[in-house]
């Protein structure tokens, strides 16, 4: 891999809200899940 698609894989993370698994950008922490239904999680 070059530096460039090392530092963008370095930009998110796995989390998992309920049992669902998310990659998001680090810019985002702390999620909680509010609602779910049939077209998925929010």
Known sequence: MSSS???RLTQFYTVEVGDTKFTILKRYQNL???GSGAQGIV
């Open 5 to 7: 698609s090392n530092a």
């Open 32 to 34: 909680k899940p509010i």
